[in-house]
Structures are given as C-alpha cells and as structure tokens.
C-alpha cells in the first residue's frame, strides 16, 4: 500500500486537492451521480462539496449555485445531444429518412443520458439572460430541427418551418419523457415499447409528407 493511500485512510475527512478545471468537472459528475438515485430538489451545494470531498466554499468558485450546476448539465446534455443526433441526420441524404433517423436518435439519446434529459428542459433554467449559454446552445438543437425541415418543405417561410419544427419536438419528448418516468411500460394492454417507438417515428416521417 502506498504512502498516499494510508494516509487517506488514516485521515479520511481530508479535503481533496483539484485542479480548477478537475473541480468544475468533479462537481458536474457528482451532480449526476445524485440524479441517478435522487431527484433535484434533494439536491444541495452542500450535497455536492461533501460529495466531491472539498470545503463547502469550494463549488461557489466554479458554480453561483445550484441552478447554475444544473444549467451546466443542461447545457452539456444539447451539445451530446447535438453531436449525436447531427451525426446521424448528417450520414442520411434523404430528408424524409433523416427526419425518421433523427426521431430514433433523439428516443435513444433520452435513454442513454436520462439525467442530462430531465435538465435540458428544465423550468428553472428558463432565464435567458442569467443562463444565455445553455440557450445558445439548445437554440442550436432547435436550428438543426429547422434546417431538416427546410429541406422537406423548400418554400415555407421560417415561421412555418418553427412551428412545425416545435410541433415534432413537443412529439418526440413527450414520448421520450413518458418512456423514461416509466408510464408507458405501467398501463396495461399497451404495444411492446419498441412498436410505440416505430409508430411515434412513422408519425413524425407522416407529418411532413
């Protein structure tokens, strides 16, 4: 056994050293760790720096408070979301199959990122102005949306080409959302998830032929 590791059983109350950058990530990452078993509201500041093993000042360099650490995982959420959802509308040429890839991605991101998923769209972190970054950045999810659809319907003007794109997203995660509190596997005499999942895709396909 090493030296470093007998004395961090001897003194296991000692405070971790992080680099600035470490830090932040360290906060984020213990985030998620409570949102996998807990909700948000139990989540505290305090919570996190007992968590991360750092004095309770230590977070407020990195984060104004909890809904900023939140923000963070918002944010970092769209941009997965944006690089795996744009990759595989980019490899498809076809608007209308793209649109279709594009619904499967966004069901299969939901799954593989619950916790990020239940912050992107958070109603706390609706402040503009106070979180400009995270909004800049699901701005760019929205756009993406747009320019698919733009594609399909060549002489709609932006304001049609919105509201479409905000019709489809109101589909696609109020299934997703569904899917991941559990509802759709707790009423009785539904299809198998995966056929929901494939009628929810042919709907969205539908919407814009």
Same mark, same amino acid.
């Given at each position: ?19 600035? $950058?470490?830090l932040r990530r360290a906060i984020l990452d #213990? ?33 104004? $408070?909890?809904?900023? =650490? ?14 795996? =959802?744009? #990759?595989? =509308? ?17 069901? /299969? ?15 706390e972190l609706g402040d503009r102005r106070r ?26 003007? =932006?304001?049609?080409?919105? /509201? ?46």
């Amino acid at each position: 056994m090493s030296d470093v590791r007998r004395a961090r059983l001897a003194n296991p109350q000692k405070k971790k050293s992080y680099h600035h $950058d470490d830090l932040r990530r360290a906060i984020l990452d #213990a985030a998620l760790v409570h949102l996998r078993k807990s909700d948000v509201t139990s989540l505290s500041m305090l919570r996190l720096a007992r968590a991360v093993g750092v004095s309770t000042g230590a977070p407020y360099h990195h984060f104004a $408070d909890k809904l900023d =650490v939140l923000a963070g995982l918002a944010e970092e959420g769209f941009s997965l979301w944006l690089t795996e =959802v744009g #990759a595989v =509308v980019g490899r498809v040429a076809d608007p209308h199959e793209a649109l279709a890839e594009l619904a499967r991605a966004w069901l /299969a991101f939901a799954v593989r990122h619950p916790e990020h998923y239940r912050l992107m769209f958070l109603p706390e972190l609706g402040d503009r102005r106070r979180f400009a970054s995270l909004h800049e950045t699901s701005g760019r999810s929205l756009a993406l949306l747009v320019a698919l659809l733009g594609r399909l319907c060549e002489r709609a003007p =932006v304001e049609e080409l919105l /509201a479409r794109a905000v019709s489809l997203w109101s589909t696609v995660h109020g299934f997703a959302s569904l899917r991941n509190a559990g509802v759709l596997t707790n009423i009785p005499g539904l299809p198998a998830i995966h056929a929901l999942e494939e009628r929810l895709v042919a709907q969205v396909r539908a919407s814009v032929l």
